[in-house]
DNA sequence: TATGCTTTTGATTTTCAATTTCAATTGTGT
DNA sequence: ACACAATTGAAATTGAAAATCAAAAGCATA
């Protein structure tokens, strides 16, 4: 799983001629072993503790490589950071976002995804990307209203 | 219509106690006077022009008060610019968002909010609010390329 | 292994939207 | 008119993200 990451990763690498540094596989390292939806501070945090030497700048460069190489998908909630989950080709999912404890619960729904299809195609729109988002109350945080 | 609208304000302005002031009746004048999804700064350089003394920080604070009061809604699309729109009480629709020349359609989709319940009851999630996004090329767009 | 060229890095600066600050101004009840 | 709290707006501040650029590191070649 994570080696094949780091194959994905090193082969993006190779076709598009960037150099291999030490920076970028601890980077790698770091983010395939956080959970999901980690910020960019927070990584970078992490890795600082054992990593000092690294930059804010270098995360917030490699984060977008990740993105480009497709192991990462930028996700923008409402709360003014930028997070990065991990991305399996041909899997998409949407979210339900905690107000209360900023969990995050992800969901798929094929008859969702198909009726964006056609609301598309009945305004001639041609879809690259979607968000959807449903924002409130998980079932921890209502039982501790 | 418009004096609906500054009818329900005033209504919410002396239910919390706000006073009435010139700013904020200007600001609400050039709020309802837009297109939709207008961007704090559009707004703010429209009011400019005719009343130069009205500051950047009014007219944050102003359309935070409209949203409040439910006249406007606020729209964060991925171009780091918040924007506003008017709100209609009980109507809700989504976009479709073109990211060649910026036109934002808007739809309504019974089904699709429908299943957001759904999947939310599933999670034991209370819904506050959702935001569904598509993003891509619209017809006029797609035509130009 | 050394050389030379190019990419990458990271401290720092810059950007930009948005918020905060606070002294001056304004609105409102008496 | 007075008193006092709310409001305003210029300016400063914040915070995330991007840009800058000299120094460091990677890599092909000798
Ligand atoms: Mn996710
Ligand atoms: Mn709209
Ligand atoms: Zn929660
Ligand atoms: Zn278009």
Redesign the pocket.
């Known amino acids: 799983m994570i080696l094949e990451k780091k194959k994905a990763f090193n082969e993006f690498?190779a076709a598009k001629?960037?150099?291999?540094?030490?920076?970028?596989d601890i980077i790698l390292d770091f983010f395939l072993s956080t959970h999901q939806h980690v910020?960019?501070?927070e990584l970078y945090l992490k890795i600082k503790a054992s990593h000092p030497?690294?930059?804010?700048?270098?995360v917030?460069?490699?984060l977008?490589l990740f993105t480009e190489a497709g192991l990462a998908r930028e996700i923008l909630l409402h709360d003014?950071?930028?997070r990065y989950e991990h991305a399996l080709a041909g899997e998409h999912h949407d979210h339900l976002v905690c107000t209360g404890c900023n969990a995050i619960i992800e969901f798929e729904d094929e008859t969702i995804e198909k009726l964006q299809k056609e609301i598309a195609t009945r305004h001639g729109f041609m879809i690259r990307s979607h968000k959807l988002e449903i924002y409130g109350l998980c079932a921890e945080c209502r039982a501790a209203q």
């Open positions: 690498a001629g960037l150099r291999s540094t030490r920076q970028r910020s960019v501070e030497g690294i930059g804010h700048a270098t917030y460069r490699t977008k003014g950071q930028t």
